[in-house]
């Protein structure tokens, strides 16, 4: 069993940045891909970011590309996500989620955390 607590997101002027952090528990957090997603109003749940437990490699959706950053430190059981040269269409809820595998699928994300919301002023 594994609990995410997601940090308060906030509000940021275009071309800001934010960094979100996803605490959890549970002594298994190091055998798990971490992934953030994010859910805008009239929009599906998206994939924004996600690194992997076993090699920590990334893996980025290509809206993000090149402005977030998302890492984790398992010594602290707790994954972050950089966000930086913010845009107007970033704005969301931000969720962190815990996978057994490397996946963009929401479907396959076992536990997930209680969503911060982002909001990024033009």
């Known amino acids: 069993q594994v609990q995410l607590v997601t940090s308060v997101g906030g509000l940021v002027q275009a071309g800001g940045s934010l960094r979100l952090s996803c605490a959890a528990s549970g002594r298994t957090f190091s055998t798990y891909t971490m992934g953030w997603f994010r859910h805008a109003p009239g929009k599906e749940r998206e994939f924004t970011a996600a690194v992997s437990w076993s090699d920590g490699g990334t893996y980025y959706a290509d809206s993000v590309k090149g402005r977030f950053n998302i890492s984790r430190d398992n010594a602290k059981n707790t994954v972050y996500l950089r966000m930086n040269n913010l845009k107007p269409e970033d704005t969301a809820v931000y969720y962190c989620?815990?996978?057994?595998?490397?996946?963009?699928?929401?479907?396959?994300?076992?536990?997930w955390g209680q969503g911060t919301q982002v909001t990024v002023s033009s």
């Open positions: 989620a815990a996978a057994r595998t490397m996946t963009v699928r929401p479907p396959e994300y076992d536990y």
